[in-house]
T-cell receptor, first 112, second 114 residues
């Protein structure tokens, strides 16, 4: 079975500061891992995905994530936060099926 | 590309009534997923289809819920009878060739059962 744990339901940063959103996964098989972003009253939008190729994955809007098998982690980072990054972020895992299992989400606030 | 289209965007209904949510996936996508989002339970996968065939419905909460995909361009999620605890945002998502390509989500249907 697969599962995802997102540490911190809320993260606050100042504009221009580093963004770090944490995700740890559990999977009995090599996982596929995803980060999605959800803006208010909208659906989820794919930020980036890891599918067993390069361990450092670059996504849209300047976000990137690194797959670390030894730590079972897939943390999302962005060097410099922008006000428009304020949203809810979801980490998701898929094992040997096409089901995506989502974490509980992290709400990112960006202060001027 | 119009993306995944869900209707209605909002639905308010009385307890006991039948509710039908609709989804049009992206043309050419062969997977379709129904998710439910609530504050308490987060995002839950209800059911998914591959080439119009239900593959896994283990997330469907009760017999009151049913989903169909009569063709590649249309799916419905039906709740009969509806209950207040069914209030949630229901998302449809589609994918081409499954998880490796990620999913594209619709804007959701916000269901309120009073």
């Amino acid at each position: 079975a697969q599962s995802v744990t997102q540490l911190g339901s809320h993260v606050s940063v100042s504009e221009g500061a580093l963004v770090l959103l944490r995700c740890n996964y559990s999977s009995s098989v090599p996982p596929y891992l995803f980060w999605y972003v959800q803006y208010p009253n909208q659906g989820l939008q794919l930020l980036l995905k890891y599918t067993s190729a390069a361990t450092l994955v670059k996504g849209i809007n300047g976000f990137e994530a690194e797959f670390k098998k030894s730590e079972t982690s897939f943390h999302l980072t962005k060097p410099s936060a922008h006000m428009s990054d304020a949203a809810e972020y979801f980490c998701a895992v898929s094992g040997n099926t096409d089901k995506l299992i989502f974490g509980t989400g992290t709400r990112l606030q960006v202060f001027p | 590309d119009a993306g995944v289209i869900q209707s209605p965007r909002h639905e308010v209904t009385e307890m006991g009534q039948e509710v039908t949510l609709r989804c049009k996936p992206i043309s050419g996508h062969d997977y379709l997923f129904w998710y439910r989002q609530t504050m308490m339970r987060g995002l839950e996968l209800l059911i998914y289809f591959n080439n119009n065939v239900p593959i896994d419905d283990s997330g469907m909460p009760e017999d009151r819920f049913s989903a169909k995909m009569p063709n590649a361009s249309f799916s419905t999620l039906k709740i009969q009878p509806s209950e207040p605890r069914d209030s949630a945002v229901y998302f449809c998502a589609s994918s081409w060739r499954g998880r490796g390509n990620g999913y594209t989500f619709g804007s959701g249907t916000r269901l309120t059962v009073v």
